[in-house]
């Protein structure tokens, strides 16, 4: 089983749709998570770190499932500079010494 | 203006050529990394230095060899790769020994090295 699984995309959407993209994660260990954001021959970028207890970061909102092993990232009122790879992260282990990375949900939004 | 300046940016080697790949980070971070990421391929983890120890090593071949002199820098010393080794190699560096959820990790632009 991979560490951390992600539907690959893409997802091709029109300018203001909400869009969700899910994440799961086999190392029960594992403490934080986060979804970062990585342009077309860019570095990735963190876009947020995700808490239990949901987090939302104006038009984002992540939510963890501890239990399911399950990381959610919703995006409400698309807009064209959202079109990138959103990547699912989460720590190695318990000391949080290094980042695994999921292979990324590619987002197109299109006028 | 990214705090972590990786060189050089891009790099075509044979495969009997050694060269060095190199990372600085002034964020006064403790903790950096090197990952490789290739096409249609998650982002791997390739080594992790804390304090300028090595304490990951992801089944690595031997022919890439990491070197952290300080905190601040990193190489990755290459040698008889192969075209299969043609990738985007990543640095990243963060604090590490606070709050878990501090573990932001700030990457370089990557050097993309071509094997020939």
């Known amino acids: 089983r991979k560490e951390v699984e992600q539907d690959p995309g893409p997802f091709n959407v029109p300018e203001g749709a909400t869009v969700a993209f899910n994440c799961t994660y086999s190392?029960?260990?594992?403490?934080?998570f986060f979804w970062y954001r990585q342009d077309c021959r860019k570095e990735p970028k963190l876009l947020m770190s995700v808490y239990s207890s949901g987090n939302e970061d104006g038009r984002f909102t992540a939510q963890l499932n501890r239990a399911s092993q399950y990381i959610s990232l919703l995006i409400r009122d698309s807009k064209l500079s959202d079109s990138a790879t959103y990547l699912c992260v989460v720590t190695l282990n318990q000391a949080g010494t290094a980042l695994i990375f999921g292979k990324g949900t590619t987002l197109s939004v299109s006028s | 203006e990214t705090g972590v300046t990786q060189t050089p940016r891009h790099l075509v080697m044979g495969m009997t050529n050694k060269k060095s790949l190199k990372c600085e980070q002034h964020l006064g971070h403790n903790a950096m990394y090197w990952y490789k990421q290739s096409a249609k391929k998650p982002l791997e983890l390739m080594f992790v230095?804390?304090?300028?120890?090595?304490?990951e090593n992801n089944s690595v071949p031997s022919r890439f060899s990491p070197e952290c002199p300080n905190s601040s820098h990193l190489f990755l010393h290459l040698h008889t790769l192969q075209p299969e080794d043609s990738a985007l190699y990543l640095c990243a560096s963060s604090h590490f020994g606070g709050r878990a959820r501090d573990t932001e990790a700030f990457f370089g632009q990557g050097t993309r090295l071509t094997v020939v």
């Open positions: 230095y804390n304090f300028k120890e090595q304490t």
């Open positions: 190392n029960s260990a594992s403490q934080s």
